[in-house]
């Protein structure tokens, strides 16, 4: 029979009881203090890792996608700066660790960037193809060199410097 050890407001069996793994979306509210006052700052994310098991230095890594860029953070399982732990949603993964995710994420970015017309092509220029057009034009007739760099088209602003 095992007992809960309480550490400092923190329940070790009611974590070990909440089974997370990856796969998971959890909020994560953890404890920050700034001036002396202690307020709580919500993490949303999926859980990419769960490592060390059940025991005292087990940790899990959450990833979040915050304006527009990746962020992971570490969290150990039974920390007393970790105020609550809610699993949001479980999903079925085939991973006992999700790292490919990252890759995923920046896979499926280039593919949309590769995807988006750009903008003031006509349907002309279209029905050419991308073989037949020469950069010079895409970038005289079309597109302004400063949206075309924007927009990630380095080959425009590469071939009008030359």
Do not use: C, W
């Not at 899990?60 to 105020?83: H, N, Q, W």
């Not at 003031?120 to 193809?129: A, L, Q, V």
């Amino acid at each position: 029979m095992t007992t809960a050890i309480n550490i400092s407001g923190v329940d070790m069996e009611a974590r070990r009881a909440l089974g997370i793994r990856a796969g998971d979306t959890v909020r994560v509210s953890q404890k920050i203090e700034e001036k002396g006052k202690v307020r709580l700052q919500a993490f949303e994310g999926l859980v990419l890792a769960r490592k060390h098991g059940s025991e005292a230095g087990g940790t899990f890594t959450v990833r979040r996608v915050a304006s527009g860029v990746g962020v992971e953070k570490i969290f150990p399982l039974y920390s007393p700066m970790i105020d609550k732990i809610e699993i949001v949603k479980r999903a079925t993964v085939r991973r006992a660790k999700l790292y490919y995710i990252r890759d995923k994420v920046s896979r499926e970015a280039r593919r949309l960037l590769r995807r988006t017309r750009m903008m003031g092509t006509s349907s002309t220029d279209h029905e050419k193809g991308p073989a037949l057009r020469s950069l010079g034009e895409v970038g005289k007739e079309t597109v302004p060199v400063e949206s075309a760099v924007e927009v990630g088209v380095d080959a425009v602003a590469a071939e009008q410097s030359e």
